[in-house]
């Protein structure tokens, strides 16, 4: 197995550093609001890659955190914590706004067929973790005080950058342009930070420093190594983490334990929306449920993840989301008109086999495991082996294909057809496809992308 590690910008043999079992840290979401397609992509990453490991025979034991404190609206330590803002935003209390958003992540986890984490983790669960942490790093010579919190002092750490690319130990000494408030480098982050005089915050904590609450980096550090261990397999999460939130894990892990922590750091691409970033002001901030509100299966999106390579930037439209949809649907229609019949022969020296393991196994390049299977799909190999094995690539796609609701191969066709006609303004014709579509038990549904087949 080979992955792309940020930690070298180059792709690894992995090499675990247990024989059958893998340590694997995921950085989860911070929840204060609903988590957008973007977010969740590097959900479908970290279930891909948990699941081509166990595909391997390890068995992996994921960790996701669930950053329910200290994550400030901009990232470094500026701003208002994500949180409390979020609470001012709902008139809710910081916990109910944590339980809520929590639980609408699990579902949409679910709905795309993300195998739960064996461990979830909650930063406000190990607040004591954290300031043991810090205190490791203080007694180390890491830290300094300011008049809002602990902060670690970049300069002092020797490997401090070692994940961007290009990173310029000048940067240290910050630019005119950023404001450092109290810190000695822009680089500089907080540890802890302390409850503002006269403010009282729903979250906060008494510590060696003063009552507040920790500083966003910390809490994967210290979760990481009370689940994990110091040292670690893997450790994911989205490209955006690399120069802040794993850079600083990282200086944190080394400052505290002298390592690196995690041996294979892979981050997954951004998701753009028609080429933009997305953003709640845009109108582009796009949600599970927005895609089911337009007649979309979860798993239509997890299939368009799986076109593109999860470092590649993906751009979504809702065309391509179309396309995922009718490949996705066809799969499953083909599917469901194979036999029925149970195939027991396992999967040694299977070549289509080989070939998808040695797709996902070289830095999960799942658009060539799509099309190994499109080839499987469209061979002449016995009904019932092709089953089995279509099966079998799908516990790792994740895409649903042996799930009920199908609709009939010759229903789907009468339906793009239908689309055809009312794309050419053939209203006839479309009416009279609509009848024979009904003749056969099926309702189709108009949708703003496209449409949509219910049973009757
Ligand atoms: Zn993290």
Redesign the pocket.
């Given at each position: 197995m080979e992955f792309y590690n940020t930690l070298g910008r180059s792709k690894q043999e992995f090499k675990p550093i247990k024989e059958k079992e893998v340590g694997f840290y995921a950085?989860g979401p911070t929840v204060y609001h609903y988590a957008h397609i973007g977010n969740l992509r590097s959900y479908i990453f970290m279930d891909l890659l948990n699941k081509t490991l166990e595909l391997n025979g390890f068995k992996v034991n994921l960790v996701m955190?669930i950053t329910d404190v200290g994550h400030l609206t901009d990232d470094a330590d500026d701003g208002e914590d994500k949180m409390e803002k979020g609470a001012r935003r709902e008139k809710k209390t910081v916990w109910d706004i944590a339980d809520y958003y929590t639980d609408a992540f699990m579902d949409d986890i679910k709905k795309l067929n993300i195998k739960k984490p064996g461990v979830i983790c909650k930063a406000t669960d190990h607040i004591d973790d954290q300031i043991n942490m810090v205190k490791e790093i203080e007694a180390k010579g890491f830290t300094y005080k300011t008049s809002d919190g602990v902060y670690f002092d970049t300069s002092r750490l020797k490997e401090y950058g070692e994940l961007m690319p290009n990173f310029n130990p000048g940067d240290l000494e910050g630019g005119k342009r950023v404001s450092l408030g109290d810190k000695k480098h822009v680089t500089d982050f907080a540890l802890w930070k302390f409850s503002k005089p006269g403010e009282k915050r729903q979250m906060e904590w008494d510590s060696p420093w003063g009552r507040g609450f920790p500083g966003w980096?910390i809490?994967?550090t210290a979760m990481g190594c009370a689940f994990l261990g110091k040292k670690f397999d893997i450790h994911t999460?989205g490209i955006d983490?690399i120069t802040v939130?794993?850079t600083n894990?990282l200086a944190q892990a080394r400052a505290s334990f002298g390592d690196k922590h995690a041996n294979y750091w892979l981050h997954n691409g951004h998701v753009l929306v028609n080429n933009e970033k997305m953003a709640k002001s845009s109108g582009k901030f796009i949600k599970i449920s927005d895609l089911e509100g337009k007649g979309f299966s979860p798993l239509d999106y997890r299939y368009l993840t799986l076109q593109t390579h999860y470092r590649k930037r993906l751009n979504f439209t809702w065309e391509s989301l179309e396309s995922a949809r009718s490949a996705r649907l066809k799969l499953k229609n083909k599917l469901s008109g194979l036999k029925q019949e149970v195939y027991e022969g396992g999967v040694s020296n299977n070549e289509y086999y080989d070939s998808f393991l040695s797709a996902l196994n070289d830095d999960l390049n799942t658009s060539k495991a799509l099309a190994v299977l499109q080839e499987l799909i469209d061979s002449s190999i016995e009904g019932s082996v092709k089953k089995f094995l279509v099966l079998e690539f799908d516990k790792v796609l994740g895409l649903g294909l042996g799930e009920e609701d199908v609709v009939p191969e010759d229903v789907y066709e009468l339906g793009l057809k239908r689309e055809k006609a009312r794309e050419l303004k053939n209203y006839e014709e479309s009416d009279k496809l609509r009848k024979e579509i009904r003749k056969l038990g099926f309702e189709i549904l108009d949708k703003k992308e496209g449409f949509e087949i219910k049973k009757l």
């Open positions: 950085c955190n980096h809490e994967c999460g983490h939130h794993h894990e």
